[in-house]
């Protein structure tokens, strides 16, 4: 028999210290059914603007599903860590959180964070994953599996918008204006091929460098370009408003568009005067919109009286895809695998989602291509469609 | 010739976005200058002056010329309590952990502002008159050009009073010899305050007018780096180096960014930067014995 010495009791004590302070815990702390959604959700940071929607958004539809009785009987649990929009940040996010809990979808922040860990989703082979990146480069089921975007790539969005062109004035000049970011850069190439194809001219192509407040020089190379359209990419707010200003003061007739991230009706609004008549491509309908039948969107109104983002409706509409895909999957009897996931997700066919996209979609690939041209009414102050729901062929 | 038109727009739309960069630019040589501090939240503190006078035109609906004041006061206020509360206390530290101490300073400032005003970019109302000002038939931005008068008329006056005004004097005094200002006389603790809180409330100004242009945003103190450029260029301690410099790395910026394209920029600036730090590492106008970090 070993002599138990105060020494002895001592270490054992700190041992059994250092496990609890380690969190070693009992196996079954987490609900054995539970299904686990996980975010690198970007709170704080350059792109906390929509971060602190994106998480609202996810919430209350995960609150939705769960106060239903959750998918196929199982809770979905949301567990999120802040990111501060820094891949690296990112991907320990996503370390912690997958090493704590047996997660399945997962929510990434950035188009950097979703190519740094995808070879990861591949190794693991047990999630799906979506985030707030719509970059052309995630849209290959062949390279990226495992991923998913909740609304058309930026690319599509470009062609959404270039078809609406094509519509409207036949053979129109047009200029690109997009930031020197990953971001920026994304459509303009394929974007300048089908313009060719649908008999547009692109007749600028201006970059502004990140974070740079005075644009008056590109204003003056777009004045000398004399566009009709003017096609904003990379952005949110600045320096589209002064851009825009700017232009009209000098008599410049170009109409002005945005993509998906600039198109958030308090944001749109934030631009003043400029505001009046800026246009865009938008998935999904606007938070105020009570055209048609849309219940979703009804209780969102019910559970948030105020207006709600782009950014939220983003964040609410990749949650009911990734618990739709599970749903699918689960209702099928598979297990609730990567790949199995992404099969239940591209079963997708012809679907309702309540009323937020304004048509019945499909999700064949890695993306929903499908959008609507809004501009905005200065006398209304909101958003207010321009075009018909456009659907990009696969 | 039009094209003759069109570069002197470009030329002027330059000497607009470098009257912005000189005039943040005499925040970071006022304080370099009594303090041999190089304060990296020069940029948050000029974010923190937008959303003062966002906070004071467009929630309390001041009147611009009131909400103005109030946000340069606002910013002299941050500066005084920074240099009494977090730079005095580290004097005779190297001045690395000082530096450090302004890189966590812009955080901070830029996490306040976040909660308090919430991470969306916002625009500034409206203040400056928006009709087209034309000189001869070349265009100028009116908030640039306004913005171009603001700055020269607040950098002419640093100029002009550091060489001129008793407070001028004994900031200069205690820039070139700390020991021999106290011993003639000159409360040099009170010049270290004086230079934070009029840097400060300088840089809180200039902030509103970038802020007007380029609406505010808690990202937007990045602006100060490129600010930390052109003071490098200037020379650290030279006041008409921060102009000099400004103007010149504008007009450059615009030149680049219309017969290069944005993309190639920056590329240009911190080329000129190795090339003067190569040749001149003091800046075009600074004195010497600068001690670089």
Known sequence: MRNWTRRHVLSAGAIAGAGLALGIRPLAAQVADEIVLGGSIPLTGVFAFAGIGIHAGIQDYLKIVNDAGGVEGR???????????????????????????????????????????????????????????????????????????????????????????????????????????????????????????????????????????????????????????????????????????????????????????????????????????????????????????????????????????????????????????????LAAGKELTGANLKAGLNSIKDFDTGGLFGVPISIPGNSVPIGRIYAFDGKAKQMKPASDWIRLEA | MTDWLFLTEVFLAGLGSGALYAVTGVAFVLIYKATRVVNLAIGEILMLGGYAFFGAAAGWHLPAWVALPVAILAGALVGAVVERGLIRPMIGESPISVFMVTIGLGSILAGFVQIVWGADPLRLPEFLPSAPIFIGEAYVAPKVAYGFLAAMVVVTAFVLGLRFSRGGVALKATAADQAAAYSVGIDVPRVFSLSWIVACGVAAGAGVLVGAIGGISPTMGVFGLSVLVVVIVGGLDSMAGALVGGLFIGVVEAFAGTFLGGEYRFLVTFSILILILMIRPYGLFGTHEIERL
């Not at chain 1, 909740?150 to 930031?179: C, H, Q, T, W």
């Not at chain 1, 170009?254 to 944001?267: E, V």
Request: aromatic share 12%; proline share 5%; charged share 25%.
């Open chain 1, 75 to 329: 809770k979905v649990k949301y567990v999120a860590e802040d990111t501060g929009y820094k891949v690296d940040a990112s991907v320990a996010a996503f370390n912690k959180i997958t090493s704590q809990e047996k997660v399945s979808l997962y929510y990434g922040d950035s188009t950097g964070f979703s190519k740094t860990i995808n070879p990861e989703l591949e190794r693991r082979g047990s999630i799906l994953m979506a985030g707030a990146s719509f970059a052309s480069e995630l849209n290959d089921p062949k390279k990226y599996p495992l991923q998913f975007m909740a609304g058309p790539d930026y690319s599509e969005m470009f062609g959404i918008l270039l078809r609406y062109i094509a519509n409207e004035k036949a053979g129109a000049r047009l200029a690109f204006v997009y930031s020197d970011t990953e971001f920026g850069r994304d459509p303009i190439v394929p974007s300048e091929a089908l313009a060719k194809t649908l008999g547009l001219e692109v007749v600028e192509k201006i970059v502004t460098p990140p974070g740079s407040v005075d644009v008056s020089t590109e204003v003056l190379k777009l004045r000398r370009a004399r566009p009709d359209f003017t096609i904003f990419h990379g952005y949110v707010l600045a320096p589209i408003p002064e851009f825009i200003a700017q232009a009209k003061q000098m008599g410049l007739a170009s109409r002005f568009m945005g993509t998906f991230w600039s198109m958030d009706n308090s944001t749109v609004e934030r631009m003043g005067e400029a505001a009046d008549g800026f246009m865009g491509v938008m998935p999904y309908r606007y938070y105020y919109d009570t055209e048609g039948e849309s219940p979703m969107l009804e209780k969102i109104r019910q559970m948030r009286p105020e207006y709600q983002s782009t950014a939220y409706l983003q964040g609410f509409v990749t949650a009911l895809l990734m618990c739709e895909a599970a749903k699918r999957t």
